[in-house]
Nanobody
Framework: QVQLVESGGGLVQAGGSLRLSCAAS????????MGWFRQAPGKERDFVAS????????YYADSVKGRFTISRDNAKNTVYLQMNSLKPEDAAVYYC????????????????WGRGTQVTVSS
């Protein structure tokens, strides 16, 4: 089992920046890829970005390309999501998750999830 804890959410004005962190612990050897997803009230959980631990292969949702950057620190078992030029539509609960295999964008292919961190963007 892999435990994930997110941090770094908060309230920011449109155009501002936040950096989210996701610390992994437990059986991290079973983790191949880390992903960030977000869920706004009344909406489905959507893919945001993903990164592999070994090769740093990255994927981004079209809506965040050029504004968000995912990175990882293997020594700290931590993944980051740097979010710049935030928009009101970026407001959501952000979750990190991990998978051993599967599609990077499909939340059903991730086996462990954090509890989420709230991001609020004021206009």
């Amino acid at each position: 089992q892999v435990q994930l804890v997110e941090s770094g959410g908060g309230l920011v004005q449109a155009g501002g920046s936040l950096r989210l962190s996701c610390a992994a612990s437990g059986r991290t050897v079973s983790s191949y890829r880390m992903g960030w997803f977000r869920q706004a009230p009344g909406k489905e959980r959507d893919f945001v970005a993903s990164i592999t631990w070994s090769t740093s292969s990255r994927y981004y949702a079209d809506s965040v390309k050029g504004r968000f950057t995912i990175s990882r620190d293997n020594a700290k078992n931590t993944v980051y999501l740097q979010m710049n030029s935030l928009k009101p539509e970026d407001a959501a609960v952000y979750y990190c998750a991990t998978q051993g295999s599967g599609s990077y964008y499909n939340p059903d292919d991730y086996f462990s999830w954090g509890r989420g961190t709230q991001v609020t963007v004021s206009s």
